[in-house]
């Protein structure tokens, strides 16, 4: 839910900035085209320091939204991967029966509950990359 709103606001504010960016960049290279006087130097410097701070300030942001979505993406995959061991938990029973019914429990029963600890971790990997996801994007809430 949050990413839907959050996101796009995100997007917006970005594609905003680069546009005033891109204004005022352009404005500053119009002004000092034909060069510029010793003592108007002094001035353009500050300016000069703010266009590249705030393009750096942009780029910083677009690289968070980069690695929150590479976090968004993990999570993703991981959720998908603990739904499909979650199926074949809930099948398990099936096939232990199976299993004790035809005499193979010396070699299922080990399978069995590596399976069952392959899920475990799974989960905790899933909550780590849900978590990750979610610190990544924090500082927005500032």
């Known amino acids: 839910m949050r990413n839907s709103v959050m996101l796009p606001q995100q997007e917006w504010e970005i594609a905003r900035l680069l546009a005033k960016l891109s204004a005022l960049r352009a404005e500053h290279n119009e002004l000092i085209a034909d060069g510029v006087a010793p003592e108007v130097a002094k001035a353009v410097q500050p300016l000069e320091r703010a266009l590249l701070n705030s393009e750096a300030a942009v780029a910083a942001r677009v690289e968070a939204l980069e690695r929150y979505a590479g976090h968004v993406a993990e999570a993703e995959r991981a959720y998908h991967a ?3 061991i979650e199926e074949l938990r809930a099948r398990l029973p099936r096939y232990e029966e199976l299993v004790a019914e035809s005499g193979a429990d010396g070699f299922a029963v080990p399978e069995i509950s590596r399976l069952s ?6 989960e905790r990997a899933l909550r780590r990359s849900v978590s990750s996801a979610h610190e990544a994007f924090r500082y927005l809430d500032s």
Do not use: K
């Open 117 to 122: 600890e392959d899920a475990d971790r799974l």
């Open 82 to 84: 603990h739904g499909q």
